[in-house]
């Protein structure tokens, strides 16, 4: 049976790309799970910030979100028969992860901090912010069915997508520097 999440798997089968997902989003697991087990220092600057029960829930589900992905994946190499399955989680944990630094920059938004304007914004939230969203985004990108006539138009949608959600997340990110406090002083 076909499943149609993801593109010409009709023999269910693992690519390169899925690999590749897997051992950068082991790393960026790592450095999250990290920082979360790392003692805040009381007198750091950013301590209310790295201890809010918000973001510490963000980054918590980015980690779950990581490891899930890396599960599923090396579920379906151990175990074909369950294709489907882990198709879905990677689909769910790959849109969680891309979701979760918006998530954090609108939270630390709407909680003051202050120092907000020294953090290093946008890059240091959760999977480095708009870069791991481009990653697990792309990623999405590359491995859904995107419904076309050929092969041909649906590597240029493809394509076309990638390049719009290059040029969008600046986009997106000069048009929230103010109402967001990203901009850095």
């Not at 950068?24 to 209310?48: Q, Y």
């Not at 918590?60 to 599923?72: I, P």
Request: aromatic share 10%; glycine share 8%; charged share 15%.
């Amino acid at each position: 049976m076909r499943t149609l999440l993801f593109s010409h798997d009709e023999r269910h089968e693992l690519h390169g790309l899925d690999a590749v997902a897997a051992v950068i989003t082991v790393v960026l697991g790592g450095l999250e799970l990290g920082r979360l087990c790392i003692r805040d220092d009381p007198n750091e600057p950013f301590a209310g910030y790295d201890a809010d029960v918000g973001i510490r829930l963000i980054w918590s589900l980015a980690v779950v979100a990581d490891f899930a992905l890396v599960g599923a994946v090396v579920a379906w190499a151990v175990r074909p028969a369950w294709a489907a399955r882990a198709q879905l989680t990677i689909v769910l944990a790959a849109a969680t992860a891309a979701l979760l630094p918006w998530i954090e920059l609108w939270w630390g938004d709407v909680s003051d901090y202050g120092n907000r304007d020294k953090m290093g914004l946008p890059w240091s939230v959760v999977h480095f912010g708009p870069a791991g969203t481009f990653l697990f985004a792309s990623y999405l990108i590359l491995r859904i069915e995107i419904p076309a006539p050929r092969p041909l138009a649906r590597s240029i949608a493809r394509v076309a997508l990638i390049v719009a959600l290059w040029y969008a997340q600046p986009a997106l990110l000069r048009a929230l520097e103010g109402p967001w406090s990203l901009y850095q002083s």
